[in-house]
């Protein structure tokens, strides 16, 4: 199987999911990180440095990929998708309890 089609959830989810929805989520200003680390950053940079964290994981996971055994990879990515669904889904919950 190839990367990309490897990466189809983790892409959906954790990139594009939970990317658009902290980004919307933040910008209203009825919202706020709870991620101390990811608070300090968005103050220091702004909301578009998530992008390029997202861009430094998705390295990091092409690395697993290329070096670790299969069953290490997809504990890897169905571990990134499933935090990108946690995380999409808090951000969408916020828009309608908040």
């Known amino acids: 199987m190839s990367f990309l089609k490897d990466m189809k959830a983790v892409l959906l989810l954790y990139v594009l999911g939970d990317t658009f929805t902290t980004i919307y989520a933040l ?3 009825h ?14 940079y702004g909301f578009t ?7 430094a994981i998705l390295l990091v996971m092409y690395h697993v990929y ?3 055994d299969r069953y290490y990879w997809n504990i ?3 571990s990134v ?3 990108g669904l946690l995380t ?8 309608f309890h908040g």
Not at 32 to 41: A, G, K
Not at 88 to 95: E, H, I, Q, R, V
């Open 66 to 68: 290329k070096n670790a």
């Open 31 to 44: 919202f706020y990180e709870f991620n101390p680390v990811l608070s300090n950053i968005f103050h220091t």
């Open 49 to 55: 440095s998530l992008i390029l964290l997202k861009i």
């Open 88 to 95: 999409t889904l808090s951000n969408t919950l916020a828009f």
């Open 76 to 78: 890897t990515r169905y």
């Open 81 to 83: 998708a499933f935090i």
């Open 27 to 29: 910008k209203t200003g």
